[in-house]
Protein backbone atom coordinates (compact mmCIF):
# COMPACT_ATOMS: atom_id res chain seq x y z
CA UNK A 1 0.00 0.00 0.00
CA UNK A 2 1.65 3.38 -0.97
CA UNK A 3 2.37 5.88 2.08
CA UNK A 4 0.90 8.82 1.21
CA UNK A 5 1.76 10.40 4.37
CA UNK A 6 5.23 10.55 3.09
CA UNK A 7 4.36 10.99 -0.43
CA UNK A 8 2.71 14.37 1.00
CA UNK A 9 5.13 15.51 3.95
CA UNK A 10 5.73 18.89 2.97
CA UNK A 11 2.08 19.54 2.20
CA UNK A 12 1.53 18.10 5.76
CA UNK A 13 3.26 19.40 7.54
CA UNK A 14 2.36 23.37 6.42
CA UNK A 15 -1.53 22.59 6.67
CA UNK A 16 -1.11 21.36 10.48
CA UNK A 17 1.01 24.09 11.24
CA UNK A 18 -1.71 26.70 10.14
CA UNK A 19 -4.80 24.46 11.04
CA UNK A 20 -6.95 26.44 13.86
CA UNK A 21 -9.01 23.40 14.63
CA UNK A 22 -9.97 20.30 13.77
CA UNK A 23 -12.75 19.10 11.54
CA UNK A 24 -16.27 17.51 12.30
CA UNK A 25 -16.58 17.32 8.65
CA UNK A 26 -14.87 17.74 5.32
CA UNK A 27 -16.53 18.99 2.01
CA UNK A 28 -14.83 19.07 -1.26
CA UNK A 29 -16.30 21.66 -4.20
CA UNK A 30 -16.59 19.67 -7.54
CA UNK A 31 -17.00 21.32 -11.09
CA UNK A 32 -19.29 24.89 -10.99
CA UNK A 33 -20.27 24.53 -7.17
CA UNK A 34 -16.99 26.11 -5.74
CA UNK A 35 -19.18 29.35 -4.89
CA UNK A 36 -20.91 27.79 -1.91
CA UNK A 37 -17.56 28.11 -0.15
CA UNK A 38 -18.05 32.05 -0.79
CA UNK A 39 -21.53 31.96 1.24
CA UNK A 40 -20.00 31.23 4.34
CA UNK A 41 -17.05 33.15 6.76
CA UNK A 42 -14.07 31.07 6.67
CA UNK A 43 -11.95 31.51 10.01
CA UNK A 44 -8.67 31.08 7.83
CA UNK A 45 -8.29 30.44 4.20
CA UNK A 46 -5.06 29.18 2.64
CA UNK A 47 -4.74 29.65 -1.58
CA UNK A 48 -3.74 26.15 -2.65
CA UNK A 49 -0.90 27.15 -4.73
CA UNK A 50 0.69 28.74 -1.18
CA UNK A 51 1.03 25.02 -0.01
CA UNK A 52 4.19 23.38 -1.27
CA UNK A 53 3.56 20.57 -2.81
CA UNK A 54 0.05 21.05 -3.21
CA UNK A 55 -0.81 19.79 -7.15
CA UNK A 56 -2.31 22.86 -9.60
CA UNK A 57 -6.03 22.54 -10.47
CA UNK A 58 -5.88 23.46 -14.36
CA UNK A 59 -9.85 23.04 -15.06
CA UNK A 60 -12.13 26.16 -14.97
CA UNK A 61 -14.15 26.39 -12.08
CA UNK A 62 -11.85 25.18 -9.68
CA UNK A 63 -10.65 27.96 -8.05
CA UNK A 64 -7.85 26.26 -5.37
CA UNK A 65 -8.41 27.27 -1.78
CA UNK A 66 -8.94 25.38 1.19
CA UNK A 67 -11.35 26.96 4.08
CA UNK A 68 -11.45 26.53 7.73
CA UNK A 69 -15.07 27.19 8.72
CA UNK A 70 -17.35 27.29 11.72
CA UNK A 71 -21.38 26.70 11.02
CA UNK A 72 -24.35 24.59 11.16
CA UNK A 73 -22.74 23.84 14.65
CA UNK A 74 -19.86 21.93 12.92
CA UNK A 75 -16.15 22.71 12.45
CA UNK A 76 -15.89 22.41 8.94
CA UNK A 77 -12.59 21.89 6.07
CA UNK A 78 -14.06 23.27 2.82
CA UNK A 79 -12.43 22.39 -0.49
CA UNK A 80 -13.45 24.71 -2.66
CA UNK A 81 -12.03 22.64 -6.24
CA UNK A 82 -10.43 19.69 -6.68
CA UNK A 83 -7.30 17.89 -8.42
CA UNK A 84 -8.49 15.44 -11.27
CA UNK A 85 -6.86 12.08 -11.97
CA UNK A 86 -7.34 13.19 -15.99
CA UNK A 87 -4.86 16.42 -15.38
CA UNK A 88 -2.05 13.93 -15.56
CA UNK A 89 -1.82 13.28 -12.12
CA UNK A 90 -1.60 9.99 -10.22
CA UNK A 91 -4.22 8.36 -8.36
CA UNK A 92 -2.41 9.27 -4.83
CA UNK A 93 -1.79 13.15 -5.66
CA UNK A 94 -5.50 13.36 -6.40
CA UNK A 95 -5.74 12.14 -2.80
CA UNK A 96 -4.24 14.70 -1.19
CA UNK A 97 -7.92 16.47 0.23
CA UNK A 98 -8.90 12.93 2.31
CA UNK A 99 -5.16 12.90 3.37
CA UNK A 100 -5.45 16.69 5.06
CA UNK A 101 -8.72 15.36 6.04
CA UNK A 102 -7.64 12.88 8.21
CA UNK A 103 -4.46 14.85 9.52
CA UNK A 104 -7.57 17.47 10.25
CA UNK A 105 -9.11 14.29 12.52
CA UNK A 106 -12.79 14.50 9.99
CA UNK A 107 -15.45 11.86 11.25
CA UNK A 108 -17.15 12.71 7.47
CA UNK A 109 -16.85 13.75 3.99
CA UNK A 110 -19.27 15.02 1.93
CA UNK A 111 -18.21 14.73 -1.63
CA UNK A 112 -19.41 16.60 -4.85
CA UNK A 113 -19.13 16.80 -8.21
CA UNK A 114 -20.70 17.99 -11.98
CA UNK A 115 -22.24 14.38 -14.15
CA UNK A 116 -23.64 14.08 -16.83
CA UNK A 117 -27.02 12.51 -16.74
CA UNK A 118 -28.04 9.20 -17.95
CA UNK A 119 -30.98 7.90 -16.53
CA UNK A 120 -33.89 8.94 -18.58
CA UNK A 121 -36.00 10.11 -15.68
CA UNK A 122 -33.27 13.03 -14.92
CA UNK A 123 -32.48 16.50 -15.98
CA UNK A 124 -29.93 18.90 -16.13
CA UNK A 125 -30.46 20.86 -12.51
CA UNK A 126 -31.72 18.01 -10.36
CA UNK A 127 -28.95 16.43 -7.52
CA UNK A 128 -28.18 13.12 -7.00
CA UNK A 129 -27.34 11.22 -4.08
CA UNK A 130 -24.56 8.36 -5.08
CA UNK A 131 -25.76 4.96 -3.96
CA UNK A 132 -23.40 2.92 -5.75
CA UNK A 133 -20.10 3.10 -8.24
CA UNK A 134 -18.94 1.73 -10.95
CA UNK A 135 -15.29 1.99 -11.01
CA UNK A 136 -14.19 -0.59 -13.08
CA UNK A 137 -12.04 1.82 -15.41
CA UNK A 138 -10.06 2.88 -12.66
CA UNK A 139 -9.80 -1.15 -10.66
CA UNK A 140 -5.98 -0.84 -11.42
CA UNK A 141 -5.37 1.89 -9.61
CA UNK A 142 -7.38 1.84 -7.33
CA UNK A 143 -6.20 -1.46 -6.45
CA UNK A 144 -2.73 -0.42 -6.10
CA UNK A 145 -3.74 2.27 -2.87
CA UNK A 146 -4.88 -1.02 -1.20
CA UNK A 147 -3.20 -3.89 0.32
CA UNK A 148 -3.04 -6.59 -1.98
CA UNK A 149 -6.45 -9.04 -0.73
CA UNK A 150 -7.28 -7.05 2.40
CA UNK A 151 -10.07 -7.00 4.27
CA UNK A 152 -10.20 -3.03 3.95
CA UNK A 153 -10.11 -2.97 0.35
CA UNK A 154 -13.02 -5.55 -0.12
CA UNK A 155 -14.83 -3.69 1.67
CA UNK A 156 -14.24 0.12 0.83
CA UNK A 157 -15.17 -1.51 -2.74
CA UNK A 158 -18.98 -2.77 -1.72
CA UNK A 159 -20.20 1.10 -1.81
CA UNK A 160 -21.53 3.59 0.25
CA UNK A 161 -25.48 3.56 0.79
CA UNK A 162 -27.04 3.40 4.33
CA UNK A 163 -23.52 5.08 6.23
CA UNK A 164 -24.92 7.80 8.34
CA UNK A 165 -23.51 10.67 5.98
CA UNK A 166 -25.75 9.17 3.41
CA UNK A 167 -28.90 9.06 5.62
CA UNK A 168 -28.02 12.53 6.82
CA UNK A 169 -27.99 14.00 3.42
CA UNK A 170 -31.19 11.72 2.28
CA UNK A 171 -33.02 13.16 5.83
CA UNK A 172 -31.68 16.97 4.40
CA UNK A 173 -33.24 16.61 0.84
CA UNK A 174 -37.02 15.50 2.58
CA UNK A 175 -36.83 18.64 5.10
CA UNK A 176 -35.88 20.58 2.22
CA UNK A 177 -38.58 19.65 -0.10
CA UNK A 178 -36.13 18.47 -2.58
CA UNK A 179 -36.48 16.08 -5.28
CA UNK A 180 -33.32 14.31 -4.38
CA UNK A 181 -32.33 11.57 -6.83
CA UNK A 182 -30.84 8.51 -6.15
CA UNK A 183 -28.04 6.49 -8.43
CA UNK A 184 -25.24 4.51 -9.18
CA UNK A 185 -22.31 6.96 -10.61
CA UNK A 186 -19.93 5.46 -13.59
CA UNK A 187 -16.65 7.04 -13.39
CA UNK A 188 -14.54 7.67 -16.68
CA UNK A 189 -11.05 8.64 -16.30
CA UNK A 190 -11.60 11.79 -18.94
CA UNK A 191 -10.31 13.86 -19.95
CA UNK A 192 -12.89 13.82 -23.12
CA UNK A 193 -16.46 13.42 -22.51
CA UNK A 194 -17.77 9.92 -23.47
CA UNK A 195 -19.10 9.29 -27.16
CA UNK A 196 -22.81 8.33 -27.59
CA UNK A 197 -21.67 5.01 -28.48
CA UNK A 198 -19.79 4.69 -24.67
CA UNK A 199 -22.64 5.78 -23.14
CA UNK A 200 -25.10 3.58 -24.74
CA UNK A 201 -22.64 0.27 -23.17
CA UNK A 202 -22.72 2.69 -20.03
CA UNK A 203 -26.04 2.64 -19.43
CA UNK A 204 -26.35 -1.04 -20.02
CA UNK A 205 -24.14 -1.33 -17.15
CA UNK A 206 -26.74 0.10 -14.36
CA UNK A 207 -25.50 3.49 -14.42
CA UNK A 208 -27.39 6.49 -13.72
CA UNK A 209 -24.89 9.20 -14.36
CA UNK A 210 -21.33 9.52 -15.19
CA UNK A 211 -18.14 11.61 -14.36
CA UNK A 212 -14.60 11.94 -13.83
CA UNK A 213 -14.30 12.12 -9.88
CA UNK A 214 -15.13 11.33 -6.69
CA UNK A 215 -14.78 7.73 -6.57
CA UNK A 216 -11.21 7.03 -5.32
CA UNK A 217 -11.62 10.35 -2.77
CA UNK A 218 -15.24 8.57 -1.57
CA UNK A 219 -13.11 4.81 -1.25
CA UNK A 220 -9.81 6.39 0.24
CA UNK A 221 -11.89 7.83 2.66
CA UNK A 222 -14.23 4.96 3.73
CA UNK A 223 -11.09 2.76 3.97
CA UNK A 224 -9.50 5.23 6.37
CA UNK A 225 -12.61 5.31 8.56
CA UNK A 226 -14.12 8.49 7.38
CA UNK A 227 -17.81 8.48 6.63
CA UNK A 228 -18.24 9.42 3.26
CA UNK A 229 -21.41 11.01 1.25
CA UNK A 230 -21.40 11.84 -2.91
CA UNK A 231 -23.60 14.09 -4.10
CA UNK A 232 -23.52 14.80 -8.27
CA UNK A 233 -25.23 18.00 -9.86
CA UNK A 234 -26.64 16.29 -12.98
CA UNK A 235 -24.89 19.31 -15.10
CA UNK A 236 -26.45 18.28 -18.35
CA UNK A 237 -27.37 15.04 -20.23
CA UNK A 238 -24.64 12.50 -21.13
CA UNK A 239 -23.49 12.27 -24.69
CA UNK A 240 -26.22 11.08 -27.09
CA UNK A 241 -28.90 10.91 -24.48
CA UNK A 242 -30.68 14.43 -25.77
CA UNK A 243 -28.98 15.34 -29.20
CA UNK A 244 -27.47 18.59 -27.42
CA UNK A 245 -23.66 19.36 -27.95
CA UNK A 246 -21.58 18.90 -24.61
CA UNK A 247 -19.55 21.90 -23.47
CA UNK A 248 -17.94 22.54 -20.40
CA UNK A 249 -19.41 26.09 -19.52
CA UNK A 250 -23.12 24.38 -19.42
CA UNK A 251 -21.41 22.83 -16.01
CA UNK A 252 -21.37 26.13 -14.41
CA UNK A 253 -24.50 27.40 -15.83
CA UNK A 254 -26.49 24.46 -14.78
CA UNK A 255 -24.61 25.11 -10.93
CA UNK A 256 -26.07 28.63 -11.02
CA UNK A 257 -29.08 27.53 -11.69
CA UNK A 258 -29.47 25.41 -9.00
CA UNK A 259 -26.96 27.05 -6.29
CA UNK A 260 -29.65 28.22 -3.38
CA UNK A 261 -30.91 24.54 -3.78
CA UNK A 262 -27.63 22.95 -3.52
CA UNK A 263 -26.59 25.28 -0.47
CA UNK A 264 -29.34 24.01 1.12
CA UNK A 265 -29.00 20.78 0.79
CA UNK A 266 -25.45 21.25 2.14
CA UNK A 267 -25.94 23.11 5.25
CA UNK A 268 -28.84 20.57 6.30
CA UNK A 269 -26.81 17.88 5.84
CA UNK A 270 -24.07 19.06 7.74
CA UNK A 271 -25.90 20.33 10.20
CA UNK A 272 -28.35 16.88 10.64
CA UNK A 273 -25.01 14.80 10.68
Known sequence: MQNLQNLFEKPLQFIN?????????????????????????PLLSINTC??????????????????????????????????HFYEGYTLAQCLLPVEISKLCNARAMI????????????????LM???????????KEIAELFSPGSVERRNALVGLADSPMYNAIQRAGLEAGISLKEGVYFYTKGPNYETPAEIRFIRE?????????????????????IDAGVISCISNFAAGISGAKLYHGEVTETANRVKLVFEDLIKRAIALY
Open 17 to 41: AKKPFDVDIALILGSGLGGFADSLS
Open 50 to 83: DIPGYPVSTVAGHSGKIHFVEAFNKKILVFQGRI
Open 111 to 126: ITNAAGGINPHFSPGD
Open 129 to 139: LTSGFNSMLLR
Open 205 to 225: TGADAVGMSSVHEALYAIQHG
